[in-house]
């Protein structure tokens, strides 16, 4: 599975930002998407992750009721609504692909990452 994602940028305590994964090689509806974040010095941190269904979903205590992930399965896409930015949430945003095997704490796949940067 190849994994793109796009959406970051600049924005400011309090916007919205929508990041986007498009996945290709491999049949999309079969894996898990998770959205992980990272900033220099600290682990890779699960911020937010859905099923292969959409029907379930996994939110880090630190963006529950800010952030929202959905897929579309047509599209091959995942999606993370992050509203209410805050600084805290700068980071380099990675999407990443775990089988029905796999944990979402251990995908399989990752894409690129994208950087979100919260000014105050």
């Known amino acids: 599975v190849q994994l793109q994602a796009s959406g970051g940028g600049l924005v400011q305590a309090g916007g919205s930002l929508r990041l986007s994964c498009v996945a290709s090689?491999?049949?999309?509806?079969?894996?898990?998407m998770g959205w992980f974040r990272q900033v220099p010095g600290k682990e890779r941190e699960l911020v937010s992750a859905t099923s292969w269904s959409g029907g379930s979903a996994y939110y880090a205590d630190s963006v529950k009721g800010r952030f929202t992930i959905s897929r579309d399965n047509a599209k091959n896409t995942v999606y993370l609504e992050m509203n209410k930015l805050k600084p805290d949430d700068t980071a380099v945003y990675y999407c990443a692909a775990a089988s029905r095997s796999s944990s979402w704490y251990a995908p399989d796949f990752w894409g690129q990452g994208t950087q979100v940067t919260v000014s105050s």
């Open positions: 090689g491999r049949t999309f509806s079969s894996y898990s």
